[in-house]
C-alpha cells in the first residue's frame, strides 16, 4: 500500500502516518518506513493530538472534520486515516514537505 491508497471509486483517500505529536510545528517530515511522518504541534494529552491532526488535514484536503476519520492508532503514534469526500490527492502532503 505504501503510505496512501485511493479507494476504487476515488472517493475516500487512506494515509498511513508515523505521528510525532509534541513538535514547535506541525509539519511533514517525510517517509517513515510504510508511513507518511508528520510531527503535530499539539501535545500527546487527552486527544489532543489526535483532534490536530484531524483538524490539519481537514484543512489541507479542503473538507469538514467529519470527513477525516480516525480509523486505527488512537493511542498510538502509528495512525491509519480515512478522508472522504476530497478531490485533492496525497501529493497535498508532499507539497508540505518541500515548504
Request: proline share 2%; no cysteine.
Given at each position: 500500500?505504501?503510505?496512501?491508497?485511493?479507494?476504487?471509486?476515488?472517493?475516500?483517500?487512506?494515509?498511513?502516518?508515523?505521528?510525532?505529536p509534541g513538535a514547535?510545528?506541525?509539519?511533514?517530515?517525510?517517509?517513515?518506513?510504510?508511513?507518511?511522518?508528520?510531527?503535530?504541534?499539539?501535545?500527546?494529552?487527552?486527544?489532543?493530538?489526535?483532534?490536530?491532526?484531524?483538524?490539519?488535514l481537514a484543512k489541507?484536503?479542503?473538507?469538514?472534520?467529519?470527513?477525516?476519520?480516525?480509523?486505527?492508532?488512537?493511542?498510538?503514534?502509528?495512525?491509519?486515516?480515512?478522508?472522504?469526500?476530497?478531490?485533492?490527492g496525497p501529493e497535498?502532503?508532499?507539497?508540505?514537505?518541500?515548504?
Open positions: 500500500m505504501g503510505w496512501h491508497r485511493r479507494s476504487a471509486d476515488g472517493a475516500t483517500l487512506t494515509l498511513s502516518l508515523h505521528v510525532q514547535k510545528r506541525t509539519e511533514v517530515a517525510g517517509v517513515h518506513g510504510e508511513a507518511l511522518k508528520v510531527r503535530l504541534a499539539a501535545p500527546a494529552l487527552e486527544g489532543k493530538a489526535n483532534q490536530a491532526l484531524i483538524a490539519w489541507l484536503f479542503a473538507v469538514p472534520e467529519r470527513r477525516v476519520r480516525l480509523l486505527r492508532g488512537e493511542k498510538s503514534r502509528e495512525k491509519v486515516v480515512e478522508i472522504s469526500g476530497s478531490a485533492r497535498v502532503l508532499l507539497g508540505q514537505l518541500q515548504a
